[in-house]
């Protein structure tokens, strides 16, 4: 039985492949019309303002590639219809902060606590949820060590913590053509495998459809990118990792599975403290990646070494897991 969900999940990773491909010469010259193109700031790596004008909000692309993926391989599945909704919720706050930027020139997007709220919202409904609707239970699993922890009500705050922090921690490590494509492609696969060892095995077909799409594209998103995910795209996979992981109990191991995302969050949380307090940087520039560019790196050279990164992440997280 489980065996054919394997292989469900291999159909659905073609499939998103396929069909993120197939939609790629067509929406792009769409939001090329629109006249969706990426703002670039002046203060980043001079090298990004040939970026500038490049149609963002691809990430309805990813979007549309895991749904009919998932759906056409998972079915009904009460657990993958709840990731794709969550996916969907935060892809549409970010799509929502790419229309005021890039429509309405507004190059903020959505205001901060506008931003907050909405998440908040999403993500307590989520939780409430997993609780009580999908039986998720409490407790929590500690990698390496196995133990477990019953947090009772506590793990509803924990889990809104959990999806707004993945959320966000995506979105702060899509600044480069590829990065965010790659290095989710190697968390979505790992989270798949253990969907599947925790008896979740619609989640693997989910991960699968994750997967074909990163990939799929990335056949537009490499260097030099012809299109940007935007928040729409980098939100929605923020969101649909942290589902997957709080649904299959390896919501701890995440850190270490997507431990590119918290290396680039946590520079952006020093880097504002030390400049706060002392008025001095630790980095060349946040998020991670541009102080590597900053530093002389091609950008190639520094989304290489991070999808490099992203690999031994897993393996580490996988390793934790005691699976490997």
Excluded at 198 to 215: E, M, P, S, V
Excluded at 250 to 279: C, H, K, P
Excluded at 293 to 313: A, D, H
């Amino acid at each position: 039985m489980f065996n054919s969900y394997i292989n469900y999940a291999i159909f659905a990773a073609i499939a998103a492949i396929l069909i993120s491909i197939a939609m790629g010469p067509f929406m792009i010259p769409f939001l090329t019309r629109l006249k969706v193109g990426q703002n670039i700031r002046e203060e980043g790596p001079q090298t990004h303002l040939a970026k500038a004008g490049t149609p963002t909000m691809g990430g309805i692309i990813i979007i549309t590639a895991v749904m009919v993926a998932s759906f056409l391989f998972a079915g009904k599945s009460e657990r993958v219809l709840t990731a794709v909704l969550v996916m969907l919720a935060f892809g549409g706050i970010g799509f929502w902060d790419d229309y005021i930027k890039v429509v309405l020139k507004r190059s903020l997007g959505l205001r901060a606590r506008e931003k907050v709220i909405l998440q908040l919202l999403i993500a307590a409904a989520f939780a409430f949820f997993l609780v009580f609707y999908l039986n998720r239970g409490t407790t929590i699993v500690i990698p390496f060590s196995g133990a477990e922890f019953d947090l009772g009500w506590w793990y509803i705050p924990f889990v809104i913590l959990v999806v707004i922090g993945t959320a966000n921690a995506v979105n702060l490590t899509d600044g480069l053509d590829g990065l965010v494509s790659g290095v989710t492609f190697f968390v979505v696969v790992a989270l798949g495998l253990l969907a599947y060892l925790t008896q979740n095995a619609n989640l693997t077909i989910f991960c699968g459809a994750l997967a074909g799409a990163c990939i799929g594209f990335l056949f537009f998103n490499r260097y030099p990118a012809r299109v940007f995910m935007g928040d729409t795209g980098s939100m929605a996979l923020g969101g649909a990792i942290a589902a997957v992981a709080t649904m299959t109990g390896t919501e701890i191991a995440l850190v270490l599975l997507g431990g590119v995302y918290v290396l680039e969050a946590l520079s952006v949380m020093i880097q504002v403290a030390s400049f706060q307090t002392t008025g001095k940087r630790v980095f060349l520039m946040s998020p991670l990646h541009h102080h590597f560019e900053l530093k002389g790196w091609k950008e190639t050279t520094v989304v290489y070494f991070f999808w490099f990164l992203s690999f031994l992440f897993v393996l580490l997280g996988l390793w934790g897991c005691m699976i490997i």
